[in-house]
């Protein structure tokens, strides 16, 4: 996320200022279908070709049958019919690490870069996963759920990876038990769940919290390559197979569809027609839950999803809504006049608007950017609810002297403090859970962003 702090300076002076981010347990719930081989992504009726026709409206659920949350105009309306404001919070580094969070600096550090790190000081791969494992286990509980909706939250967005359901060869069925076991904590305490694709195949930015492994501190676009090759289709394989899944979960919001694109430069056009082409994925197999899509430029830019604009209509095709449930998501990382009326674009086009990131600064800035999205948006989701060693957040976790010694590792060398497993996994069976007497509660973040 800190990334944004620099690009987005970066890119509203470069854009001209946009209208002004194995451990599978069978589940008792549902059923796990087997996942397709992957040989069913180079056939014909896999993912339906990229075009602009959207998803045709005569596949819209009757206002009766209705039992998820929807959307009416600008407004969501929950699944007991009754309009709701997104009062949520992100769930960040819980099952993506994101480097400036695990060890305490801005070095460009992915999630994938960290596990390898982390498995060279704990002495393997094995001991790694586990630490992994555990922390994904621990990091959410129902006590940090119960504490959330107590504060007056009432939705949460949850940042995932794709390789949590993508093995490299074919689909796997890994990421549910974290999923599932939120999904139970939040039908407890009445807690609407919005899952985020927030690192695509292919590398939908030059981000380390998409997990680049082509990037770097400079984040080139050059190393974002999720509009080539097969990357769309597998992603829309990818959420038919989540979306196949949740298909009768009343607490799943939506599907945010990928976290903060950033298409190389001269092909910011090609965003719209790969969102229309994975949601049509998800609708053979799920017509009722919400689609969420994310503006260009770090989430920042509507105006490439705007398909009245005549630009948009002519480079892509698109000259309607392209789905009948669908949110659009705008994030900010910066002053908070600088984000005032992009809801104009959505009330044209007569839909929601939601602000799924912000943070990062003052107090001040943010309890403006959230009294701007109570008054003209339809929810807000500051960033983030829990972090390792910084203080703009609602805990903040401090970490020991075992975590100390492998970061000290990470960053200088010397011996891989293998010695130090026993404490690592104790750090994430215990320290991180809400209600640890090492956490800092910081009153003065919850003020700025309360619901």
Not at 174 to 197: A, P, S
Not at 226 to 241: C, E, P, S, Y
Request: aromatic fraction near 12%; glycine fraction near 6%; proline fraction near 5%.
């Amino acid at each position: 996320m800190i990334q944004l702090l620099v690009s987005f300076s970066i890119g509203f002076l470069l854009a001209g200022i946009f209208a002004c981010t194995t451990k599978t347990r069978e589940s008792n719930q549902r059923t796990v279908e087997p996942p397709a081989s992957s040989e069913d992504l180079n056939q014909e009726d896999s993912i339906p070709k990229m075009d602009s026709g959207g998803v045709p409206p005569s596949e819209s659920p009757e206002e009766d049958e209705i039992s998820f949350s929807h959307t009416r105009g600008t407004k969501i309306i929950d699944h007991n019919g009754r309009e709701v404001f997104l009062n949520g919070i992100n769930l960040g580094n819980w099952l993506v690490w994101e480097g400036y969070l695990m060890m305490d600096d801005f070095k460009y550090r992915t999630h994938t870069q960290f596990f390898n790190s982390l498995a060279t000081a704990l002495g393997s791969v094995e001991r790694a996963a586990e630490f992994e494992h555990q922390w994904r286990l621990s990091y959410v509980d129902e006590r940090a759920i119960r504490e959330l909706a107590d504060l007056g939250f009432n939705s949460v967005r949850v940042p995932f990876n794709y390789k949590l359901f993508w093995d490299g060869t074919e689909l796997t069925n890994d990421g549910f038990q974290y999923i599932d076991q939120l999904l139970t904590f939040c039908k407890t305490h009445e807690i609407y769940v919005l899952l985020d694709l927030h690192g695509a195949p292919g590398y939908q930015n030059p981000g380390d919290h998409a997990d680049n492994h082509l990037s770097n501190e400079l984040q080139p676009r050059e190393s974002v390559q999720f509009w080539d090759d097969d990357n769309v289709a597998l992603t829309g394989k990818i959420w038919q197979h989540i979306a196949r899944y949740y298909r009768d979960e009343p607490y799943i919001l939506g599907y945010d569809l990928i976290n903060e694109p950033v298409p190389q430069a001269g092909r910011e056009f090609e965003l719209l027609p790969s969102l229309i082409a994975i949601t049509k994925a998800i609708r053979e197999v799920d017509p009722n839950h919400v689609i969420v899509a994310e503006g260009s430029w770090w989430a920042s830019d509507l105006t490439k999803l705007d398909w009245l604009d005549p630009q948009v209509q002519q480079e892509t095709g698109v000259r309607a809504a392209w789905d009948h449930n669908l949110i659009y998501q705008i994030h900010h990382y910066g002053p908070a006049e600088e984000t005032f009326g992009r809801e104009e674009i959505t009330n044209r086009l007569n839909i929601p608007l939601i602000i799924g990131e912000f943070g990062e600064s003052d107090n001040g800035n943010l309890r403006a950017i959230a009294n701007w999205a109570g008054e003209s948006l339809a929810g807000a989701f500051p960033w983030s609810f829990k972090k390792m060693s910084h203080d703009r957040t609602l805990w903040t976790i401090p970490s020991n002297v075992a975590y100390e010694r492998v970061k000290t590792f990470i960053n200088d060398g010397g011996s891989p403090p293998i010695d130090a497993f026993d404490d690592m996994m104790r750090f994430a069976r215990e320290n991180i859970r809400n209600g640890h007497p090492s956490h800092i509660w910081h009153q003065d973040f919850y003020d700025a962003v309360k619901p």
